[in-house]
């Protein structure tokens, strides 16, 4: 290893690894568990923790665990900020091509958090406020970046959410709700057919090797999100979406 990359820069991209991995155990973890995963020595993870506690990255709890900090919910925001300002001319293009509302959400704890919208033409649309929050289980979005996680985890999330029905169509059986996910995956989209709004019909994929679990969408009323319409604006959505996630990562 070069001697410039043996010094600060290494201590960087482990303290950034560190942080990735405690939001991926669910926000809190402990050292012993950051060992095993990363491979690096308790003594070295214990000093770069201590220094992210110290700047208010993160924050050790009463017994001992280490939680993301709140001054991450500063730069979440911003970055959050940053990715609706990227996605919103591919979404347009999304609203252009296939002439329905188009939105982006991110997984956020247990809730799909839309950060970017562009609205349809038409007068009879769908709309979300950019910043409003989901459970993912009735959502096209949600049931995206679900897909995107491992089983255990979604169910883990889908019993802390409780899954309550918005409509009558509304998946409430988490058995159900993984048996779709697995149908997303294999697909390659996910369907809220009537399922978060009663008439509303959403299309939705992943967005590939985004820096964070994304996902894009169209929605309308149902009379004009057919079956057929279906086949149209599928491939749509995938060549906005990887084109979005070379933007995003380059």
């Known amino acids: 290893m070069p001697a410039d990359r043996a010094g600060g820069v290494q201590s960087l991209e482990r303290a950034f690894d560190l942080l990735e991995r405690v939001a991926d155990a669910g926000g809190e973890v402990g050292l012993s568990e950051l060992s095993a995963s990363s491979g690096l020595p308790l003594p070295t993870i214990h000093r770069l923790m201590r220094t992210l506690v110290?700047?208010?990255?993160?924050?050790?709890?009463?017994?001992?665990?280490?939680?993301?900090?709140?001054?991450?919910?500063?730069?979440?925001?911003?970055?959050?900020?940053?990715?609706?300002?990227?996605?919103?001319?591919?979404l347009a293009e999304l609203v252009e091509t296939t002439g329905e509302t188009a939105n982006m959400a991110l997984l956020d704890g247990d809730e799909a958090v839309y950060v970017a919208q562009v609205p349809s033409r038409h007068s009879m649309r769908m709309f979300t406020e950019v910043g409003r929050r989901v459970l993912p289980h009735s959502t096209g979005v949600g049931k995206a970046l679900l897909a995107q996680v491992p089983p255990e985890r979604a169910r883990a999330l889908l019993a802390r959410t409780g899954m309550p029905a918005a409509t009558e169509h509304t998946i409430t059986d988490p058995d159900v709700l993984l048996a779709e996910l697995e149908r997303v995956r294999e697909r390659g989209y996910a369907v809220d057919d009537n399922e978060q709004e009663a008439g509303v019909r959403c299309l939705a994929v992943a967005v590939p090797g985004a820096p964070t679990a994304a996902a894009i969408s169209i929605s309308g009323p149902a009379a004009r999100v057919t079956e057929a319409a279906t086949d149209r604006i599928v491939p749509v959505l995938h060549d906005v979406a990887r084109r979005l996630a070379r933007a995003l990562t380059t």
């Open 54 to 90: 110290d700047c208010g990255y993160v924050r050790q709890q009463p017994n001992r665990r280490y939680a993301l900090g709140p001054r991450l919910i500063r730069l979440g925001e911003s970055a959050s900020r940053l990715l609706g300002a990227w996605a919103r001319p591919h």
